[in-house]
């Protein structure tokens, strides 16, 4: 029952490192989401998936790179961290328009 | 360009009080519409949902939303407030496949 699955769950890198953060879901959904949330700013939408071989820029892609590797993963990938892009990412996919979460991962750019 | 507005940062009522919660969109077309809740250091569970059909939406723990079209408005609402309902708001809304989240209202509950 492991529903939407992110890995690490945490993370510290320097400014400059580049890192990839994985995703994946069971439940067999088409849209598959990248958000991050930031105190006061709810959660922007970085990418996202519509279906597998798909990928489109949301609210703030600047800086991140995503990867539709299958129609179970969605990764975000990082090239060259910046303390900018410290915060709380979440993935989720999707049916319907109602998004299922994975529990977040929390990256840190010193 | 599609977007979500919550209006209030923050919120306190007390206990046994009644809430709501505003939110507002800006659409093309009427888009679905969500509530969710985060509980601090967790992840976002879902409330409520709109889609269609009846502007007055149930959802768990006791809340409901209504959907009305000529405001553009989709406020969440619970008679009674319980200490365990502090957290953080989400309204949301959604043309598929797309989701746009509102900046979120902090609910305090005071006993």
């Known amino acids: 029952n492991a529903g939407v699955t992110q890995t690490p769950k945490f993370q510290v890198l320097k400014t400059g490192q580049s890192m990839t953060l994985q995703c994946a879901q069971d439940m067999n959904h088409n849209s598959m989401y990248w958000y991050r949330q930031d105190p006061g700013m709810g959660l922007r939408l970085i990418y996202y998936s519509a279906s597998e071989g798909t990928t489109d820029k949301g609210e703030v892609p600047n800086g991140y790179n995503v990867s539709r590797l299958n129609k179970r993963e969605f990764s975000l990938r990082l090239e060259s961290a910046a303390p900018s892009q410290t915060s709380v990412y979440f993935c989720?996919?999707?049916?319907?328009?109602?998004?299922?979460f994975g529990e977040g991962s929390r990256l840190t750019v010193l | 360009a599609q977007s979500v507005t919550q209006p209030d940062i923050h919120i306190t009522v007390s206990e046994g009080a009644s809430l709501e919660l505003r939110c507002n969109y800006s659409y093309g077309a009427t888009p679905y519409l969500f509530w969710y809740v985060q509980s601090p250091g967790q992840g976002l569970q879902l409330l409520l949902k709109y889609f269609s059909g009846d502007t007055l939406v149930q959802g768990i723990k006791g809340f409901e939303a209504e959907f009305k079209r000529s405001q553009s408005s989709f406020n969440l609402r619970k008679p009674s407030v319980h200490w365990s309902d502090a957290a953080e708001y989400f309204c949301?809304?959604?043309?598929?496949?797309?989701?746009?989240f509102g900046a979120g209202t902090i609910l305090r509950v005071k006993s």
């Open positions: 989720a996919s999707s049916v319907s328009g109602e998004l299922f």
């Open positions: 949301a809304a959604a043309s598929p496949p797309r989701l746009v």
